[in-house]
């Protein structure tokens, strides 16, 4: 019997004034696997890194990956997230691994691929992943899609399938993915979203900055001052929605870290309660690390934030906006409560708080939002997806708060 498991462990940004939009972004990642344990077989081995940052669609090689890239439309068979798709595959101490967000996103970093990244993993008796395709086929809504594939069997003859797929909604020239202190890294997008780019850089210490870009023109950024990390984001708006374009990590005169080992992981289903309050933690630990004075927890919009979080649940989608409710949690908390508060908003979901906490913080647009430098207050709201079926995901709603007017209090309505 085939078992197919899945995640899209999402998450947007969004700054608010209410109405005006800021900075917004889809992460992909995630996935896990399960079923009987066994010995390996076979396993795929780690391949070379790669100097460049870049897309790198080719021909196909016979056999799984043509199949795979010909069922899907717009598919294209990419040698960089193909690699990726081995390595995640290799590091997999079992089969009951769990794909985190900060290994995926190590994993991606080492091989140079400069999108976001779904994963889709199956096991069965070695059989072509059909199901996989069916859950592929509309993922990228008209653009290129990406496809890199792994496989690894086991003694027992059961196969664990892992596909991983990036929605290419740009063109990017190539970009060194090792830089040199003060070294400079120039970037060029070409893509026919309209209304303007942003490039979104946060470096391993410090605020994170946001850079004006034009289609088609080379951005040159030299912020590149310490060793260490820097991610990149680059984001645009498109039809009244932000989408992030690249995201990928430049390493200043620093290895690549290892990205280890997945260990087996049994979890047990979440407890939104207590996910709320270690994502409240999470916050705060990281706006000490960027020398931010921490949020305090502002109760009386924590509700509007957690039946956002229930309808994105419900809907199972990562959304600012739902349908019945346009205004989102801003239009709910100003109907609550005066005066008006301005939002920095995120939104995630994921299979605990660690890892709603890891996709906010690795997308520069997401972490601007966390690091608001003017906000005193933050309301987060947790729910529980309603699935029997599978392990239930937290959906995750963060509000950091500013209040330039005073701190809102309730409406009083006479009945």
């Keep these: 019997m085939d078992q197919m498991f899945g995640a899209n462990m999402g998450g947007w940004g969004q700054r608010s004034r209410w109405g005006a939009l800021g900075a917004a972004a889809l992460l992909w990642a995630g996935g896990c696997a399960g079923g009987p ?30 199949r795979l890239v010909g069922a899907i439309p717009n598919a294209r068979w990419d040698a960089g997230l193909d690699r990726a798709a081995e390595e995640l595959v290799a590091r997999m101490a079992g089969r009951d691994a769990r794909l985190e967000p900060r290994l995926t996103s190590r994993v991606l970093s080492m091989v140079g691929y400069p999108a976001q990244v779904r994963t889709f993993t199956l096991i069965n008796g070695g059989a072509f992943p059909e199901a996989i395709i069916e859950e592929l086929i509309n993922v990228g809504e008209g653009d290129p899609v990406d496809i890199g594939l792994g496989q690894r069997c086991w003694g027992d003859g059961l196969c664990l399938w892992l596909v ?165 949690v801003p239009e709910a908390a100003t109907n609550l409560a005066l005066p008006r508060a301005n939002f920095f908003e995120n939104v995630a979901a994921a299979y605990t708080a660690d890892e709603a906490a890891a996709l906010v913080e690795g997308s520069p647009g997401h972490l601007r939002n966390l690091l608001c430098e003017p906000c005193t207050h933050a309301s987060i709201g947790v729910a529980l997806e309603p699935v029997l079926s599978r392990t239930p995901r937290l959906f995750v709603t963060w509000e950091l708060l500013e209040f330039p007017q005073g701190q809102p209090l309730r409406i009083i309505r006479e009945r």
């Excluded at 780690?46 to 790198?56: G, I």
């Excluded at 087996?264 to 270690?278: G, K």
């Design 37 to 66: 344990r066994g010995a390996p077989v076979t396993a795929v081995s780690s391949t070379p890194r790669p100097a460049e940052v870049r897309f790198r669609p080719a021909d196909p090689p016979p056999g799984h990956d043509a």
């Design 164 to 328: 991983a797929a990036g929605v290419a909604r740009a063109s990017a020239d190539p970009m060194p993915r090792d830089l040199p202190i003060d070294g400079t890294l120039s970037v060029r997008v070409d893509t026919d979203r309209l209304g303007e780019l942003r490039l979104f850089l946060a470096g391993p210490d410090g605020p994170v900055e946001e850079l004006e870009m034009s289609p088609g023109v080379s951005r040159h950024v030299d912020r590149f001052h310490g060793p260490g990390e820097y991610r990149v984001e680059v984001v645009a708006d498109h039809r009244g929605v932000a989408q992030v374009l690249l995201l990928f990590s430049v390493f200043v005169e620093t290895p690549v870290p290892d990205p280890g080992r997945l260990a087996v992981r049994d979890l047990p289903p979440p407890d939104p309660v207590l996910a709320e309050a270690e994502l409240y933690d999470a916050l705060n630990a990281v706006r000490a690390a960027h020398g931010l004075r921490p949020v305090q927890p502002f109760a009386l919009f924590e509700t509007p934030a957690r039946e956002h979080s229930a309808l994105m649940a419900a809907a199972g989608a990562v959304r600012h906006r739902l349908p019945g409710r346009p205004g989102g």
